[in-house]
């Protein structure tokens, strides 16, 4: 069954580590980011709508982000082209993973036809603290991050 019908992971249970590249190729492991907040958007593709104001929404908080100490990552099967026109054109201060073949958002819950909007914030222990399907705002994130 697609995840599309289900629920995202559980809050308190373990991140599954994973390695994706970003849009210029540098590699991001979850598991050597154990020090940080780790913030995760999986989304349907770049430059919709939806999509579009929700990094957007992100970028404009962008500082409070950073006074957590927080990593945020857009994450998508979009091409790493796809992604850096994207980042440029929304100045995104962000990485976008590319996620050939959904391997992540399948380990994720976020897979189907496409990609299910969802956010996640992971702890410093690699513990889900948050999750949230469709368009949780910059604050809700925020009031979840330890």
């Not at 979009?78 to 992604?83: D, I, M, R, V």
């Not at 513990?127 to 469709?134: C, P, V």
Request: aromatic share 10%; net charge positive; proline share 8%.
């Amino acid at each position: 069954m697609f995840s599309w019908f289900s629920d995202p992971l559980p809050v308190g249970s373990d991140a599954p580590p994973f390695i994706l590249p970003d849009q210029d190729g540098d590699v991001f492991v979850l598991n050597l980011n154990r020090n940080k907040v780790v913030v995760l958007i999986f989304y349907p593709a770049d430059n919709t709508p939806v999509c579009t104001a929700q990094l957007c929404e992100l970028r404009d908080d962008w500082s409070k982000l950073q006074e957590k100490g927080c990593f945020v990552a857009g994450v998508n099967p979009g091409a790493a082209s796809s992604h850096g026109g994207f980042r440029q054109k929304h100045e995104l201060p962000f990485p976008l993973l590319v996620d050939n073949g959904k391997r992540v958002a399948k380990l994720y819950n976020c897979d189907g036809i496409a990609v299910r909007r969802t956010v996640y914030v992971i702890g410093k222990d690699g513990k889900i603290k948050f999750a949230k399907r469709g368009k949780p705002s910059v604050s809700e994130i925020l009031s979840a991050i330890p």
